[in-house]
């Protein structure tokens, strides 16, 4: 089955997760303030006190009402908060409390024009609206450090170079074919892929240890038809220990994609990693107890959550390890309190149960 994580000791299997080799737009962290339009020649008052404004408008609607308790919490989080999404949620619901349509709907109506800006709101990837990535990058040093007769890739064995990435006391080697031919031809340079790791905050980055350039896509059998968009050309898997491999593409590769969807790669690390512990220490199979907290806290962490519960704790774990000691770490718990008094858990913060 694809998207399962490879079962425990089976090192070097993959945990088949393609990624997009299309992210997608970058969530922008526009003030929210901005699209009131029915301010007039009032002047904008703060963001803060215009945001309560909305909240308690909101909270007199039938809408509200008619919302299962869980939203209400979500929605009040959102409508006080900061991060992009719950921008884009304020200025949706301001919108939506002046646009006619809503104000005329039955309380029923306006719960379900709520829920679908809430949906709407989502980033594509959590990456994209974390902002945990350092432009300038940690300083790195990179030298060639082996030449192996054969290495395992995706679809066959090969002679493979060996580069040697060293930065803040962590090394992660970089494994590419030693013709350096790429089928499709496009590929990452070992360059650009180390300049995307010292992007990484160190958090997620100690979760990768091997990165491989493959030379070939990932092989047919292990693509997931279930989000048809974001399965056409696989970017990048996950395999416990701590490997990723990005797969060539038929087109040029933007760099700049390379550090959010590597990032996403570590909250699989973390998925991987530490959940099989986490569940003996439960006695509980398999992912159950988060698809209880799914279930429980219904808002998924971004739109490739969606796709899969392996997706879902990779996204969240991501929210999670980037924003920890960070004033929006307090919003996206209540955002996702199920998911998140899981990971206090996982990540050793409190006992398991
Ligand atoms: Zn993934």
Redesign the pocket.
């Known amino acids: 089955m694809t998207g399962k994580v490879a079962p425990k000791g089976a090192s070097g299997t993959r945990a088949t997760?393609?990624?997009t080799g299309k992210p997608g737009q970058v969530a922008s962290r526009a003030p929210a303030a901005k699209a009131v339009s029915s301010q007039g020649w009032e002047p904008k008052p703060p963001a803060a006190l215009w945001r309560s404004k909305v909240l308690w408008s909101l909270v007199e609607t039938t809408g509200y009402a008619a919302l299962p308790s869980t939203f209400q919490d979500q929605l009040r989080a959102a409508l006080t908060g900061t991060t992009p999404r719950s921008s884009q949620i304020q200025t949706a619901v301001a919108n939506l409390l002046s646009s006619p349509k809503f104000v005329q709907a039955t309380g029923k109506d306006q719960a379900s024009f709520i829920l679908s800006e809430m949906d709407q709101a989502l980033p594509l990837l959590a990456t994209y609206e974390l902002g945990a990535l350092s432009p300038l990058g940690a300083p790195f040093t990179l030298r060639e450090t082996a030449a192996l007769p054969t290495f395992e890739f995706s679809d066959r064995k090969a002679s493979a170079r060996v580069h040697r990435l060293e930065l803040e006391n962590q090394s992660i080697d970089v494994v590419v074919p030693s013709d350096g031919i790429f089928s499709p031809p496009h590929q990452h340079t070992v360059e650009e892929v180390a300049a995307a790791v010292a992007q990484l905050l160190p958090a997620a980055r100690r979760l990768i240890s091997q990165i491989v350039l493959s030379p070939r896509p990932l092989p047919n059998d292990e693509r997931d038809e279930r989000v048809p968009e974001l399965s056409k050309d696989a970017y990048m898997t996950?395999a416990r220990g701590g490997q990723v491999t990005i797969y060539p593409q038929p087109s040029l590769m933007a760099a700049n994609h390379l550090a959010p969807a590597l990032a996403?790669?570590a909250?699989?690390a973390l998925g991987a990693e530490q959940f099989d512990g986490f569940f003996r220490a439960l006695t509980r199979q398999g992912w159950n107890v988060w698809e209880e907290a799914m279930a429980a806290d219904q808002l998924p962490p971004s739109k490739?959550g969606l796709?899969s519960v392996?997706?879902d704790v990779?996204e969240t774990a991501l929210i999670y390890l980037c924003t920890e000691g960070t004033a929006e770490f307090e919003e996206y718990r209540a955002l996702f309190p199920r998911r998140f008094a899981l990971l206090d858990q996982m990540m050793g913060r409190i006992p398991p149960l």
């Open positions: 997760t393609p990624e996950f996403h790669e909250g699989h490739y796709k392996e997706e990779a």
